[in-house]
């Protein structure tokens, strides 16, 4: 069974970091696209980065320079390192898998709360 | 940018109702355009890809169409299980693909 698992979320101070995962499991992480979407509270959807299967890394301007989205085959797990984190930050945070140019396998999401 | 509008932004319609929820793109994507459905406190769920192609598994009273900029997603009997918020996605400019700001429906 495909299977995205993410962890990691929490509450943080403003200026901190957290790590995100995506325990993937059902298909191999290092063959596919992937990306994380993140979802403000009662707010719309936010692509805010993606990896090729080739390793090629984008990001969200509203998070360029602060996040690193990485993957580790021998652990067939996606993250999402979050550097420097501000209150607008504060989301419900998904990975997916890309299939067809389109996301078609979701996590259960994992919160992340900035605040002081 | 490529900016998606939906309309409306929400719908209240009775069971068995034809639902018609529009998503326009701000230029031409060529079909690359997703619908996903989401419910409260859950992950969106992928309904249709490449503007008209059903995931599979997805009840068939669900369809997508395209003319243009405007995109419809149609749902031909409404049941009380598709109660929820639907976005719309665009894949055509790479590689940040975005979402519409959705259409909540609602069962009367």
């Known amino acids: 069974e495909v299977q995205l698992v993410e962890s990691g979320g929490g509450l943080v101070q403003p200026g901190g970091s957290l790590r995100l995962s995506c325990a993937v499991s059902g298909f191999v992480v290092s063959s596919d696209y992937m990306t994380w979407v993140r979802q403000a509270p009662g707010k719309g959807l936010e692509c805010v980065s993606m990896i090729y299967s080739g390793g090629s890394t984008f990001f969200a301007d509203s998070v360029k320079g602060r996040f690193t989205i990485s993957k580790y085959n021998s652990e067939n797990t996606l993250y999402l390192q979050m550097d420097s984190l501000r209150a607008e930050d504060t989301a419900v945070y998904y990975c997916?898998?890309?299939?067809?140019?389109?996301?078609?396998?979701w996590g259960q999401g994992t919160m992340v709360i900035v605040s002081s | 940018d490529i900016q998606l509008t939906q309309s409306p932004s929400s719908l209240s319609a009775s069971v068995g109702d034809r639902v018609t929820i529009t998503c326009r793109a701000s230029?031409?994507?060529?079909?690359?355009l997703n619908w996903y459905q989401q419910k409260p406190g859950k992950a969106p769920k992928p309904l249709i890809f490449s503007a008209s192609n059903l995931q599979s598994g997805v009840p068939s009273r669900f369809s997508g169409s395209a003319s243009g900029t405007d995109f419809t997603l149609t749902i031909s009997s409404l049941q009380p299980e598709d109660s929820a918020t639907y976005f719309c996605q665009q894949t055509f400019s790479n590689p940040l693909w975005t979402f519409g700001p959705g259409t909540k429906v609602e069962i009367k």
């Open positions: 997916a898998r890309i299939k067809h140019n389109a996301f078609d396998v």
């Open positions: 230029q031409r994507i060529n079909n690359y």
